[in-house]
């Protein structure tokens, strides 16, 4: 019989496992451009352009490889706005004998396609999506062995399955973990890497007007457009990282520096992520360095440990809870989401920078994310929900899979520590030994309790005291318990009024 195979805008494979054994000349391949999906939330120019441009390419490639596709561009007058609208309206027109499709990476899909078992009288081939190196069955059986998760011990088991970096049954090196080695602040150096870059096409320019004419509205800028929108181009990024910032990405991998939005960094995240890239042939890669003698080993397992512990664990982790995942609010924080967080106005150097850089590049690397957008907000109190959805708008890369347990989890701590063992909170002092960002600050990051002191300061101690009975118990918080109670109250007071200055000019949407 007929398949009509569905792939999705993050399921650009050539070996997904819905494509596996599609035959060219009875299936229909169904990709569609759809305005639900575009406008679930209001996804960052870049984004959108780069989910559009590769969607269109992988289109074209499978085209050009004798598959049928029936390709739906982005249209408004055609009234097929979801998933359900395109597939019943495909399947009137190719009356195929089964609908075929990996599974999607969000749950929210997934429960929109199960209920197309009703709706439709078809049988529903919903395969496994193994891109992925962990299957969600393994990650629930490793997860039923032990009473709290860390991502460590399953980083273990993952290098153990896939033998990345074994030297038979022990890790390469002796050890699993090189991260004390990579904690070092960056300076900056003439021979830094630039920014890997891809001109645009047609196809992209294409998507560009599309882009500016329909999503104007949207936050972001859309030029310059610099991402890959091809697996060739993507590979192209990979070897670039590989030959120039690999050999230093364990070292300034904490690190921020002004201007130098990339670093070490790989940016490869929206190329594994809508699938241009698979997990394992970018840790291959890596690995591949180490051994060639061309990046050491305090790099290469780094980085591997970024794509196969955390990459996989964030997933498991989502497919392991419910729906009403973003919804935890440990804190029970309701401050609204400062509007600095999308016009970058803040005497704030460090989310100024990360902003800006945001708005211009859908990008920020882990660090910036984590202990300067996430960190202020935590220490605000600000609503988690609100949160998550200008992390799931701002960046390249995020798909609520990964952006979610990033976000609600590790950097808010809103799931009360079932993801990470203690809340990312920091002062001024953590941002300021890892980049020069204070240096150029209106605050001054030395200063404390005083009208120009770094908001991150006092913010850090009030939070701390308002968590306090939430918070206590953890072991790793109670150094700073105990430094909190040694202050005399009237240092205690003079934080708690300076944070609560800085709260109220936030809530009033005064500059801060
Ligand atoms: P590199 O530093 O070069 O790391 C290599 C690769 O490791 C990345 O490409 C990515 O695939 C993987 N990786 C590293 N850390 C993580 C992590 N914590 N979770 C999952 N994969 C990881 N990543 C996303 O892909 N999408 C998101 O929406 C997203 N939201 C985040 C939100 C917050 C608050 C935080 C703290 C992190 C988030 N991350 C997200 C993880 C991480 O910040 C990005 O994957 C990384 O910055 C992407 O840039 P890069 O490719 O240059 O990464
Ligand atoms: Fe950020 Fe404070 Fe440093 Fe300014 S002084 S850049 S607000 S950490």
């Not at 240092?491 to 809530?507: F, S």
Request: hydrophobic content about 40%.
């Amino acid at each position: 019989g007929r398949r009509l195979i569905l792939i999705m805008g993050d399921q650009l494979s050539r070996d997904i496992s819905s494509l596996r054994d599609a035959r060219k000349t009875k299936d229909i391949i169904l990709m569609a451009e759809l305005y639900d999906e575009i406008t679930s939330v209001k996804h960052h120019k870049k984004k959108i352009v780069f989910v559009l441009s590769a969607m269109r390419h992988f289109a074209k490639e499978l085209k050009g490889a004798g598959y049928n596709v029936d390709y739906r561009k982005f249209d408004t007058k055609t009234g097929l706005k979801s998933f359900s609208d395109i597939i019943e309206d495909a399947v009137r027109q190719h009356e195929p004998d089964e609908i075929v499709l990996t599974a999607p990476s969000e749950r929210r899909v997934l429960d929109e396609i199960e209920g197309w078992r009703d709706t439709l009288s078809l049988p529903i081939d919903v395969r496994t999506d193994d891109r992925f190196i962990a299957s969600s069955d393994e990650f629930q059986a490793w997860v039923s062995n032990r009473k709290t998760l860390r991502m460590e011990y399953f980083y273990r088991e993952m290098r153990k399955k896939t033998g990345l970096l074994m030297d038979g049954d022990e890790p390469e090196g002796g050890q699993w973990n090189y991260d004390k080695e990579n904690r070092k602040a960056a300076d900056r150096d003439l021979f830094m890497p630039k920014r890997f870059s891809v001109t645009p096409d047609a196809i992209t320019k294409e998507v560009i007007e599309l882009t500016e004419k329909y999503f104007s509205d949207h936050f972001g800028d859309v030029e310059p457009f610099q991402f890959a929108v091809t697996r060739k181009d993507a590979l192209k990024a990979l070897d670039y990282f590989i030959e120039t910032a690999l050999v230093s990405f364990g070292d300034f991998q904490d690190a921020m520096l002004t201007g130098e939005r990339f670093l070490y960094h790989s940016v490869l995240s929206p190329y594994i992520n809508v699938g241009l890239l698979s997990p394992m042939e970018v840790s291959k890669r890596a690995e591949k360095a180490y051994y060639d003698g061309s990046a050491p080993l305090n790099a290469v397992e780094g980085f591997i440990r970024q794509i196969i512990g955390w990459r996989e664990y964030i997933r498991g982790v989502y497919w392991l809870a419910d729906e009403g995942y973003t919804k935890q609010n440990f804190f029970n924080n309701s401050r609204k989401l400062p509007w600095f967080y999308w016009s970058g106005e803040t005497d704030m150097r460090c989310i100024q920078e990360v902003v800006e850089q945001t708005r211009e590049e859908a990008y920020a690397h882990h660090i910036q994310r984590l202990m300067v957008t996430g960190t202020f907000a935590m220490l605000a109190g600000v609503d988690p929900f609100e949160v998550h959805e200008w992390y799931l708008i701002v960046y390249a890369d995020a798909f609520e899979w990964v952006e979610a347990p990033n976000v609600i989890g590790m950097s808010q701590y809103a799931d009360g520590g079932a993801l990470g063992s203690k809340p990312y909170a920091a002062s001024g002092a953590y941002i300021n030994r890892m980049s020069n960002y204070c240096k150029l600050c209106e605050y001054a990051v030395s200063k404390k309790t005083e009208k120009n002191a770094c908001p991150f300061n006092s913010l850090y101690w009030d939070f701390l005291a308002r968590n306090e009975k939430k918070l206590k118990g953890n072991p790793r918080l109670g150094q700073m318990y105990k430094t909190w109670e040694k202050m005399g109250a009237n240092t205690k007071r003079a934080y708690r009024a300076r944070a609560k200055a800085i709260l109220k000019k936030l809530d009033s949407g005064a500059r801060v």
